[in-house]
């Protein structure tokens, strides 16, 4: 997630290789409490980058402002949140007001939203559920091609 991108930066720029470097990344980077994926199998890409020196970059959106938008909305966000996150505002808007978006929508995120509900990672329910899923998905569109 954004937010640990100077903890990826010292693993692969200063850390030593070993496992204790790859200790203090898995505490660091909070992995146990905000990845749930075995550390296990992305350890050998990681030490790779590490080896060779090639940045990785926290592309996600941190669980704190997702959470908010789960909940409430991109209207949840705090303004320096939505400043830091959505770089381009008047583009954000843009696209979700081409005509295109519908189709998108239908193609792409509510196949998402069935697979999340079904998963037990969003809960399912009315329009106003659906809406902040896809709020949680433009903003990581946004975030992650701004990054």
Request: net charge negative.
């Amino acid at each position: 997630q954004m937010p640990f991108q100077p903890v990826l930066d010292w693993y692969v720029y200063r850390a030593p290789i070993g496992k204790e470097s790859d200790r203090a990344l898995f505490r660091g980077a909070e992995w146990e409490q905000r990845w749930g994926w075995d550390f296990g199998n992305y350890l050998p890409v990681l030490r790779y980058c590490q080896i060779h020196k090639i940045r990785l970059i926290g592309l996600n959106v941190e669980e704190e402002a997702t959470a908010r938008v789960r909940e409430g909305g991109l209207t949840a966000l705090t303004s320096e949140e939505r400043a830091r996150l959505i770089v381009d505002a008047e583009g954000f808007v843009k696209d979700a007001l081409e005509p295109s978006f519908p189709s998108y929508v239908d193609a792409v995120l509510r196949p998402s939203f069935a697979a999340h509900v079904e998963m037990g990672i969003f809960p399912g329910g009315d329009d106003d559920v659906f809406r902040n899923f896809v709020g949680n998905r433009i903003l990581w569109d946004e975030a992650m091609a701004s990054t």
